[in-house]
């Protein structure tokens, strides 16, 4: 078994407890020894994993409730472990695995909601444009970063409520929420990123300019 193997064992074990099995005959040292290990590095990995995802995903957190959210982030961890050393990279699919989580179809709209949310983790860590670049067209459409968004849900709608300074304010904006579909416009302005809630007739209009922009470009 060459290297590349030896890690891809040792990765299905963190994943998924299950595997630990196949990973044992390739360490030296006692068993028992080495399956404790094993569970402590495991354990510390998803920590760091529901941590980053957390991060990334305040709002859907908020929504769930931590409980929920560990569990989630652990259910996510066995099919979805990084692919890369950096965790700001990690739970990009997570709004996929939402739509298709048995638990959490009850709330039909949290994978948009999470794709809203990893819009703007996006947009935090875009690049930033030149300073000298100048625009002839709508300059938001250009930074990079920026993304338009159309869901059946009022997912800005509920990303901004959710940014309330306390529980009175944000149940005041629920509880006047119109559940209707929705476009967004997610960019980021100085070092703060922006949504807008859009008409959806508006979303799309912007989305298809935005997306000639960019072939202009290509």
């Not at 994993?49 to 980053?52: D, G, W």
């Not at 929920?68 to 989630?72: E, I, K, P, V, Y």
């Not at 652990?74 to 890369?84: L, N």
């Not at 670049?133 to 938001?140: K, L, M, N, Q, T």
């Given at each position: 078994?060459?290297?590349?193997?030896?890690q891809?064992?040792?990765?299905s074990?963190?994943?998924?407890?299950?595997?630990?099995?196949f990973?044992?005959?390739?360490?030296?040292?006692?068993?028992?020894?080495?399956?404790k290990?094993?569970?402590l590095?495991?354990?510390n990995?998803?920590a760091n994993?529901?941590?980053?995802l957390?991060?990334?995903?305040?709002?859907?957190?908020?929504?769930?409730?931590?409980d929920?959210?560990?569990?989630?982030a652990?259910?996510?961890?066995?099919?979805?472990?990084?692919?890369?050393g950096?965790?700001?990279?990690?739970?990009?699919?997570l709004?996929?695995?939402?739509?298709?989580f048995?638990h959490?179809q009850?709330?039909?709209?949290?994978s948009?909601?999470?794709?809203?949310?990893?819009a703007?983790?996006?947009?935090?860590?875009?690049?930033?444009?030149?300073?000298n670049?100048?625009?002839?067209?709508?300059?938001?459409l250009?930074?990079?970063?920026t993304?338009?968004?159309?869901?059946?849900?009022?997912?800005a709608?509920?990303?901004?409520?959710h940014?309330a300074?306390d529980?009175?304010?944000l149940?005041?904006?629920?509880?006047?929420?119109?559940w209707?579909?929705?476009?967004?416009?997610?960019?980021?302005?100085?070092?703060?990123?922006?949504?807008?809630?859009?008409?959806?007739?508006q979303?799309?209009?912007?989305?298809?300019?935005?997306?000639?922009?960019?072939?202009?470009?290509t």
């Open positions: 078994m060459d290297l590349s193997q030896q891809g064992v040792f990765a074990a963190l994943q998924d407890p299950a595997n630990t099995a990973l044992l005959p390739l360490l030296m040292g006692e068993i028992e020894t080495n399956q290990r094993i569970g590095y495991r354990g990995v998803v994993a529901q941590r980053a957390s991060a990334i995903y305040p709002v859907l957190q908020e929504i769930v409730g931590e929920f959210f560990a569990g989630l652990r259910a996510f961890w066995k099919i979805q472990a990084p692919d890369s950096d965790w700001n990279q990690y739970g990009r699919q709004p996929y695995f939402l739509a298709e048995e959490a009850h709330l039909p709209y949290l948009d909601v999470a794709r809203l949310e990893w703007v983790h996006q947009a935090v860590y875009a690049a930033d444009e030149p300073e670049a100048i625009r002839a067209e709508p300059d938001v250009w930074r990079p970063g993304q338009i968004l159309i869901s059946s849900y009022p997912i709608d509920i990303w901004l409520a940014q300074s529980s009175d304010e149940s005041q904006r629920l509880e006047h929420m119109r209707v579909e929705q476009g967004a416009l997610i960019f980021r302005e100085s070092f703060a990123v922006k949504v807008l809630a859009l008409p959806v007739e979303a799309q209009v912007l989305g298809e300019y935005q997306q000639t922009l960019k072939e202009k470009t």
